[in-house]
Every structure is written in structure tokens, then in C-alpha cells.
């Protein structure tokens, strides 16, 4: 009887206990998601509410959770302030063209990169992921831009990041796990060449992988500073980010100058509007986030698959 136990196999869980293993998972990483969501949702959370409420209380450190006392000082300070509009158009404008040449530029040459039968496809490649690690540096880019007698205009700031490798990458990533072999060569035999196959089927295919790349590239060149502070030389031609930037050191520069009652405003003020200057420049996007997130999270899927 012994030898027998002792020879059986291992008992499979039954249905309950699998069932209630199951719950116990789903709880707890319920409740992990849920924490994690709050940690990073509440400082956002925080910093929109700190924009209407007095310094003072915001000094305190205490949990905000409604403007406790309303203050719009900041906010005043900001739209009073004329160069933010002209700095909302500029980067606006930069935005919409920077984006479009990074798209000529990166969906046609992700797309060649993806194809099997380029010759030296290895090698280019190479050359590309070498200049993720290594680069000229700032010195550099300013001379070659200044030779090319393109400092202090638009093209400074857009030419520069017209590709970004890592979105190179997740293009050519996308284009040789979605495009079959099979579809080119039918495509070869119904008398398509290669450029009617890039624009008749492979771009129609591929308005995913486009939306992923306009919000990327979008997102990167709203947020863009250092380049506009560097390669810019007129403020009428700086960006939002530039003249928020400007602004905070303006109002330091104010405050130092005060005294009395107005230093105490001015102090109140200028805490006040670092975060609604955050909350101004990050608005837009926040806007556009939530209807484009689920095109995000497909460009990171595709970034993850090996290609």
C-alpha cells in the first residue's frame, strides 16, 4: 500500500483551488495598479491644482486635493506677459514642420531599411545605431549650422532632430513584421514597382505606425529647448518653452528688485508660476494624449518585437 502512494504522481489542483489562486492574483494586482496609478497620477494631480492655490499654502506641504485658497497671480502674470503667444505660435509652427520632415524622412527610410534585398541594409544600419551612442556634440552642430547659414532660422531647430534613430528603428521594426514577403512579390506580379508598392499598399497599411511617429516626433519637438536656446539667436523667434523659461527669470529678477508688501507678492507670484507655467506648456498635450494613447502603446509593442 505504501509503495503504491509512493509511486502515484503528484495530485493536479483541483478546479477551486486554481479558480481561487486566480482571485487572489487579480486582487493583489488590482490593488499594485491601483497604488501605482495614484503615485503617478497625484503629483500631475498636484501640480494642476498648486497652480490656483495661495503659495502660502502650498509652502505647507500638505496633501491638496481641492484649492483650498484660490489664487490666480501666476496665471495673471503669465498671460499677461505678451511673448507667450508669439512663443505658442513659434513652436506651433515649428511643430507642424519639424513633424512633416521627420516623417518624409523617416517612414521612407524605415521602410528601405526593412527591406531584405537592400544591399549593405546591415551596415547602414549599423551606421545609424552607431550615432545613438556617439555624436558630434553641440560645438560642432553650431558651426555646421552656422556655415550653412541656417542659424537663427527655422531650420535650426528642425533639420537637426529630423531623424530620430530610435523611431527609425521602431518604423523598420513595424514594416518587416506587418508587410509579408508574399504581399511584394503579388504586388511584383500584378506590374507594381517599388514605389507604387511604398505608396499604394505599404503607407495604407501602415496609418498606425504614421500616428505613433506624429505624436513622437510632435511631442519631442514641442517640448524641445535646448536646441531653440542654442541655435536661436532672435527672441521674436523663440519658442513657448524658451519664453516660460524667460519668464520665470524676469520675475526672479522683479522680486530681487521689490520690497515691502510687494516682494511678499512678488515672492507669492513667482512660486506660484512654476506650476502654471507647467500646466501651460503641457496642456496641449495632455489634451491630445488621451485620444492618441492607445496608438502609444502600440508603438512600444512594436519596438519590443524583434525585427
Known amino acids: 500500500m505504501t509503495q503504491k502512494t509512493q509511486g502515484r504522481e503528484p495530485r493536479a489542483p483541483g478546479l477551486f483551488e486554481r479558480k481561487w489562486g486566480t482571485n487572489i492574483f487579480d486582487w493583489a494586482n488590482n490593488i499594485f495598479m491601483f497604488v501605482l496609478a495614484i503615485a503617478i497620477l497625484y503629483p500631475l494631480y498636484f501640480v494642476l491644482v498648486a497652480s490656483f492655490t495661495d503659495p502660502t499654502v502650498v509652502s505647507t506641504g500638505k496633501l491638496l486635493l481641492y484649492p483650498e485658497t484660490l489664487y490666480l497671480g ?23 514642420v519639424g513633424t512633416s520632415i521627420s516623417l518624409l524622412v523617416t517612414i521612407p527610410g524605415a521602410y528601405t531599411l526593412s527591406r531584405k534585398d537592400l544591399p549593405f541594409r546591415r551596415q ?36 537637426p532632430g529630423a531623424v530620430s534613430v530610435y523611431n527609425l528603428i521602431v518604423c523598420r521594426t513595424f514594416f518587416s513584421t506587418t508587410l509579408p514577403d508574399e504581399l511584394l512579390e503579388a504586388a511584383r506580379i500584378e506590374g507594381c514597382d517599388d514605389f507604387g508598392f511604398f505608396f499604394r499598399i ?3 497599411l501602415s496609418s498606425t505606425i504614421v500616428t505613433v511617429m506624429i505624436l513622437f516626433y510632435a511631442t519631442s519637438i514641442w517640448n524641445s529647448f535646448m536646441n531653440a536656446l542654442m541655435f536661436l539667436g532672435d527672441a521674436a523667434k523663440m519658442p513657448l518653452q524658451v519664453v516660460l523659461r524667460n519668464l520665470i ?16 507678492e512678488r515672492i507669492k507670484i513667482a512660486e506660484q508660476l512654476k506650476f502654471g507655467i507647467i500646466v501651460v506648456a503641457a496642456l496641449p498635450l495632455l489634451m491630445v494624449y488621451p485620444f492618441l494613447q492607445r496608438y502609444i502603446t502600440k508603438g512600444v509593442m512594436i519596438g519590443a518585437i524583434k525585427g
Open 74 to 96: 501666476g496665471y495673471r502674470r503669465v498671460f499677461a506677459y505678451t511673448p507667450i503667444w508669439r512663443g505658442y505660435s513659434n513652436t506651433i509652427l515649428y511643430t507642424t
Open 202 to 204: 505599404a503607407l495604407p
Open 124 to 159: 547602414l544600419m549599423f551606421l545609424f545605431t552607431f550615432t545613438m551612442f556617439f555624436s558630434g556634440g553641440l560645438i560642432p552642430m553650431f558651426l555646421l549650422l552656422n556655415t550653412l547659414s541656417l542659424y537663427n532660422t527655422i531650420w535650426a531647430v528642425t533639420l
Open 249 to 264: 527669470l524676469i520675475n526672479e529678477a522683479t522680486m530681487l528688485s521689490s520690497e515691502g508688501v510687494a516682494m511678499v
